[in-house]
């Protein structure tokens, strides 16, 4: 074995003497996309970058990543920020740092494959709008998804970063499907299409050191683009592999700063930077620099965000997912689903069917969205198939997944199952093996005639274009046509202190700000609501800012617990929407266990109460867990069979057509488009 590639000591006098390394390791820095994303489920605030972005420009990173990813969703849906100027404030910042985001392929920031003019025009807009390195991945690691987009890239001379997503079958490297072979052979596919640098990316952080080492060692001899490794600290693997990598000779190790990193994140940057200092890899980073930057995250950004940490466990890592070879994110989510369906029971169940669907679908990687198609067939197969039937419920995205709607799999797809998913599929019962976006028609042209002049350009129009509900609800908020909720507001600092001292009490059991209802002051302008979450508790929390220092008005807990997700208001009961004044606190019970938080469960706006079924006479179509209505198919009046569509319900980013449960006439619809409900909610009566 060569040993080019070996670390060592190149002088011992670091202060005085460090000279410029021989191979420099490059650092991209992720904690404004990917570090907030992991560990405040993208909540993260325009307003609160630009107090270090300056500072990380002097740094010296290879690349800042700051967009892409869930961030686009998020912003316009949570934060009533507008995606598209984030690029354009940070890149006032950042003067020298090329900004990089994530892009997933054809599926751009969204959960599906949009259509080739849609693609286009959203990677010239950000081109335009100032970004610099794409790093485009593909949930299937198909990368003909990559063929519209990557044209655009190139076009423009933009940084073209092709991605593997890395996945295994077996608690390690090798088997039959993911072995090192499979990714060399990914690797020469993208530098074939003329990737400038290949990023393995380990999202679940299942990356063992060793197979690391072998992976990235067999890439150097393979290919001539610089290797760059992306992993996440779930598990605990990823420092280790990281220095292995190094070892192996990458090029380019993607970290966060230290507020930013751990958990579900990445490995900081700090210790890197000192493990490699004086050695032939140096980074060449100045500590101090660090340290000055980390200094004001912690002073004025963090208190506002620990919030949306939920630290259940004593320990930081999560070893279910060594267990399972799944991303912490699906994990949650299927621990959720079967919570809400009242199965919590079915989990081993869950865990023992989750491999066989995965291999019956083609042994696909496990990212979004495909993490999210495999866990709710798992979930539908626990709890629905029975005496020896499989497969009885099929949901639509297993259905376009055997099309060939997302792609190529990574194995062939079980043939029985994809009989089965095809039989009376609209598009045809024989499956499509093309890049899937020929079959889609143009989108952007219907798109504009449906916002109209709401959408003032064409940055207006992708985000309608990609988010039809939330976008239109977005611009409405940004032209003044609707008033933003109070949910989507900033908090400030002074608040963020208040809340963080609310909950240190309520954690040792003494919540004392008990107010009698004759002692309320008047509320003022700047009356706030909050939903503080302690461990797996959720109170609703008034604040309000008189004088110096917010007062607490009242605090009121939940009724009910909630289950893996904080932060997550469409899992508040309905009753806790409606603030009581002075309804007495309860000490809070600070020994119940709760399952992790993670990123993948994204967030609904808070629930509408559900109305009673008014009509007794019908068939009510119950929601079968929380989520936001896109869309009823049908009109009050209209003729339904059983089984046939009635409404479309985003949960758990996924769209799910549900089926009405009787024959008849719809007799009455109860929501709009755009609305979210509590499970159980009546969306309609059928009769
Ligand atoms: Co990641």
Not at 103 to 112: K, M, T
Not at 550 to 565: H, M, T
Request: include cysteine; charge should be negative.
């Amino acid at each position: 074995m060569s040993d080019h590639h070996q670390v060592k000591m190149t002088t011992m006098n670091y202060d005085k003497d460090r000279p410029k390394a021989e191979n420099p390791l490059k650092v991209m820095d992720l904690s404004l996309r990917d570090g907030h994303q992991s560990l405040f489920a993208t909540r993260g605030r325009t307003e609160d970058m630009i107090p270090v972005a300056g500072l990380m420009d002097e740094v010296g990173f290879w690349a800042v990543e700051v967009w892409g990813g869930a961030t686009f969703d998020t912003m316009h849906r949570f934060l009533n920020e507008d995606p598209w100027e984030r690029i354009r404030t940070l890149k006032r910042y950042f003067k020298k740092t090329p900004l990089s985001m994530l892009l997933r392929g054809q599926n751009l920031v969204g959960y599906r494959n949009y259509a080739d003019d849609v693609a286009k025009a959203f990677v010239e807009r950000a081109i335009e709008n100032g970004m610099d390195v794409f790093r485009t991945f593909d949930a299937l690691n198909d990368f003909r998804n990559f063929e519209t987009v990557v044209s655009v890239i190139k076009k423009y001379d933009k940084h073209f970063q092709g991605t593997i997503c890395y996945s295994l079958t077996e608690p390690r490297l090798g088997g039959e499907v993911y072995n090192v072979e499979y990714y060399v052979n990914k690797a020469r596919e993208l530098e074939d299409m003329g990737a400038d640098t290949i990023c393995i990316k380990d999202m679940a952080g299942l990356a063992a050191p060793y197979d690391i080492f072998d992976v990235i060692r067999a890439l150097k001899e393979t290919v001539k683009a610089p290797i760059h490794f992306h992993s996440h600290f779930t598990a605990g693997l990823a420092p280790m592999s990281h220095l292995k990598a190094v070892e192996a000779g990458v090029d380019i190790i993607d970290t966060c700063l230290s507020p930013y990193a751990y958990r579900t994140s990445h490995p900081a940057v700090e210790p890197l930077v000192m493990a490699l200092l004086g050695t032939n890899r140096d980074t060449g980073i100045d500590i101090n620099k660090l340290v000055e930057i980390r200094d004001i995250l912690e002073r004025d950004v963090m208190p506002k965000y620990r919030r949306f940490l939920n630290e259940p466990t004593m320990s930081l890592i999560d070893i279910n997912v060594l267990l399972h070879q799944t991303p912490g994110g699906m994990l949650s989510n299927l621990f959720n689903q079967l919570k809400e369906m009242d199965a919590l029971d079915k989990l081993g169940d869950v865990y023992k069917e989750l491999p066989r669907v995965r291999k019956d679908l083609g042994s696909i990687p496990l990212v979004t969205p495909t993490s999210q198609i495999v866990g709710v067939q798992t979930v539908n197969n626990v709890l629905f198939d029975k005496d020896g039937e499989r497969y009885t419920r099929i949901t639509d995205q297993v259905k376009d997944l055997c099309f060939g709607l997302y792609g190529k799999t990574t194995k062939p797809i079980n043939p029985e199952v994809q009989k089965k998913a095809l039989a009376g599929y609209p598009r045809g019962e024989t499956p499509f093996t093309g890049r899937p976006a020929e079959i889609l028609e143009p989108e952007l042209e219907k798109a504009r005639e449906e916002i109209g002049d709401l959408a003032v350009d064409m940055d207006d129009l992708l985000i309608y274009a990609l988010y039809p509900v939330t976008g239109k609800k977005f611009l409405k908020w940004k032209y003044g046509l609707e008033e933003p909720p109070e949910s989507v507001r900033a908090i400030s600092l002074e608040q963020a202190k208040q809340l963080e001292r609310l909950a240190a009490k309520a954690r040792t059991g003494q919540v004392v700000e008990k107010t009698d209802k004759h002692e309320i002051p008047e509320k003022s302008e700047t009356f706030r609501k909050f939903h503080v979450f302690v461990d797996n508790e959720y109170f609703e929390v008034g604040v309000d800012e008189s004088g110096d220092s917010p007062v607490i008005s009242y605090i009121q807990q939940a009724a009910a617990r909630l289950g893996a997700a904080p932060a997550q208001p469409a899992a508040v009961p309905a009753a806790a929407q409606t603030p009581v004044a002075a309804a007495p606190a309860e000490p809070v019970s600070v020994t119940r266990p709760a399952a992790s938080q993670t990123k993948e469960e994204e967030k609904t706006a808070p629930a509408a109460p559900a109305p009673a079924a008014q009509d007794t006479d019908g068939t009510p179509l119950l929601a079968p867990m929380p989520g936001m209505i896109v869309k009823y198919t049908k009109n009050v009046g209209d003729e339904v069979a059983e089984g046939e569509t009635v409404v479309i319900l985003e949960a758990m980013k996924m769209e799910n057509a549900l089926p009405s449960p009787a024959s008849g006439k719809i007799k009455s619809i109860n929501f709009g488009s755009g609305d979210s409900v509590p499970k159980d909610a009546v969306l309609c009566v059928i009769g």
